[in-house]
């Protein structure tokens, strides 16, 4: 199964991708952990990301295109993946529509977590909280100045990509302020009709 994760910063799609990684065995492939892992290692992507992420910014999309395609090219996401945190602009949806098709290829499934954006800042607040409970580092752009500017992206670049889907009939939303058990029952429902 291939699926795309869509919602705002904080909406929720790192927990329940863990969770269909458990159920459907297939690996979660979320661009902001390859992007920060590039970071740590200072690789020449990592050198160009990194201000721009600390910021709150988005990575331009030839980077990022370039990261899935070859991300999608081992051998765990043969049997599919779930992409999170990528299509982030409708130029890297029709990169994606174009990279699958050259396979033969198209996506089974697109889920968007609908979040009040009133919740957000909170629920990064709390994401701040338990990182340091736990004595691990917080992210760069786990911060108020940079949290408003990727909320800003998300709705000038991100929410036009739940569009693009929803003229392709591919999309389906679901509720992510319910309790997220709640939200992870939606989720596989939505994720078993797509396979059956
Ligand atoms: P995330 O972990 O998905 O919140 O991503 C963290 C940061 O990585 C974002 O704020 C962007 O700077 C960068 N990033 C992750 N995915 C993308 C993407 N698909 N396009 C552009 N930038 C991205």
Do not use: C, H, W
Request: hydrophobic share 40%; charged share 30%.
């Amino acid at each position: 199964m291939r699926i795309v994760f869509l919602g705002p910063p904080g909406a929720g799609k790192g927990t329940q991708a863990a969770r269909i990684v458990e159920r459907y065995g297939i690996p979660q492939l979320s661009t902001g952990e390859m992007l920060r892992a590039a970071v740590a290692a200072g690789t020449p992507v990592g050198l160009e990301a990194k201000d721009v992420m600390a910021s709150g910014g988005l990575v331009s999309d030839d980077i990022v295109v370039r990261i899935v395609a070859d991300r999608i090219e081992e051998a765990d996401a043969k049997k599919g993946f779930i992409l999170d945190g990528f299509p982030r602009t409708v130029a890297q949806a029709e990169a994606l529509d174009r990279m699958l098709a050259g396979k033969g290829l198209k996506l089974d499934s697109v889920i968007e977590l609908k979040v009040d954006e009133g919740a957000l800042v909170k629920r990064m607040e709390n994401r701040v909280a338990e990182t340091i409970a736990r004595g691990e580092p917080v992210r760069k752009d786990d911060n108020p100045e940079a949290f408003r500017i990727r909320l800003e992206n998300y709705r000038e670049q991100t929410a036009p990509v739940s569009g693009y889907y929803a003229s392709k009939g591919v999309l389906k939303t679901t509720d992510g302020m319910r309790p997220i058990d709640e939200v992870t029952q939606q989720v596989f429902a939505i994720l078993d009709a797509a396979k059956a």
